[in-house]
């Protein structure tokens, strides 16, 4: 095959690698500069250079820029970022574990949180219209108000597990089927553990609209109304219920990990959507920063434990660190198995009347997640 040459009027400017071959760093800057406007042929042209250089490159039209941008480590002064977060829920430990043991700054970054206490609709805007860049949540609480547009992607599931339904034992709950005209409570109506058990329910053949009752209290007295008789189950995020279920009054019925979604995340980052458009590197880096603190809170989830309760996380150390080996921190989904996770729970959403039925789960999967470590 002929080798086409890159005209001097291109390279101008361009910094040469020892040896007067173009760097690959160099040739990807030219590729990126010209952008989807330039022909196929060029793109050729820049995979023939860089692959008489240091090292290959994998030719995909249209995804070369993103690949030379997310391979670089990021360069200067660290990048301040605002992350938006819960500290008191347990599943949100990774940015804390970021944070406190060097990750962040291992990447060049300079993360700020903010505690945020508004609603989830609230939160999202707030990412989208830059106050904070990105922000860490429950997916089964973000999927419902992502629908009205948030210009915001998610770029990484974070772990799964920190979602529990419990059954009273004094009302011989032990079972999804013992649950049929029965009381449920949850800490609001659009909880993601209601949102999920609607889900679980509906899959084993039982309606979650008529045949059990969903009431509303605050999530630290869920357990008290089931104690009461007001109530013979509840359904939470941890670290509450998990904490309940040690006292011995409950059964646990099922959890967020329970058959099929063994495999699925449950807590997902998200980013502003114009910060992966103008700056991917930097939401690579966040989100590399994000998993990479996942992964020790599985190796070591005595120290996230410790960490948790410096941010005022509820329980022992010795708890929390037990409850954290029983969440999945070592599997986080990106790129192709994101979406298909996210195209699911849509699908089984709509199933039970959270999400619209006019929602195409594939195109909406595809509008709200983005990869950006591939």
Not at 23 to 34: A, E, G, I, N, P
Not at 96 to 105: D, L, N, P, T
């Amino acid at each position: 095959m002929e080798k086409r040459e890159i005209g001097t009027s291109l390279t101008k400017g361009l910094s040469e690698a020892k040896g007067g071959s173009f760097s690959r760093r160099s040739v990807l800057t030219l590729v990126c500069t010209l952008g989807a406007a330039a022909p196929f042929g060029m793109f050729g042209a820049a995979r023939a250079v860089t692959a008489s250089g240091t090292g290959s490159l994998s030719y995909i039209p249209g995804f070369i820029c993103r690949a030379a941008a997310n391979s670089e480590e990021l360069r200067g002064p660290p990048r301040q970022l605002k992350l938006a977060w819960n500290a008191n829920a347990a599943c949100t430990v990774a940015a804390a574990v970021a944070k406190e043991r060097g990750i962040f700054a291992k990447h060049n970054l300079d993360v700020d949180f903010v505690n945020f206490g508004g609603t989830t609709d609230q939160l999202l805007e707030a990412i989208a219209t830059g106050k904070a860049d990105a922000g860490l949540g429950l997916a089964l609480r973000w999927l419902k108000p992502l629908e009205q547009g948030f210009d915001v992607r998610i770029t990484a599931g974070v772990h799964g597990g920190c979602i529990r339904l419990l059954g009273s034992k004094a009302a011989n709950i032990d079972s999804l089927e013992s649950l049929r005209g029965k009381a449920i409570a949850i800490s609001d109506q659009a909880s993601p553990a209601k949102n999920f058990f609607s889900i679980y329910l509906a899959k084993k053949g039982i309606d979650p609209a008529q045949e059990v009752e969903w009431r509303q209290y605050p999530a630290n007295l869920l357990a008290l109304a089931v104690d009461k008789g007001e109530v013979q189950a509840l359904a939470e995020i941890d670290p509450l219920p998990y904490l309940w279920l040690k006292e011995g009054k409950l059964n646990e019925i099922a959890t967020n990990l329970t058959g099929e979604f063994a495999d699925r995340t449950c807590c997902v980052l998200a980013i502003r959507g114009s910060l992966t458009r103008s700056e991917m590197p930097v939401a690579a880096a966040l989100t590399r920063s994000i998993l990479e603190a996942a992964d020790r809170v599985a190796s070591d989830p005595a120290d996230a434990a410790a960490i948790y309760s410096g941010y005022g996380g509820r329980g022992s150390v010795e708890d929390l660190a037990t409850m954290y080996r029983s969440h999945t921190h070592h599997r986080h989904p990106v790129g192709a198995e994101l979406k298909k996770q996210l195209l699911l729970y849509t699908d089984e959403l709509r199933a039970v009347n959270v999400i619209k039925r006019s929602t195409d789960p594939a195109k909406f999967a595809d509008r709200i997640y983005l990869d950006v470590l591939s």
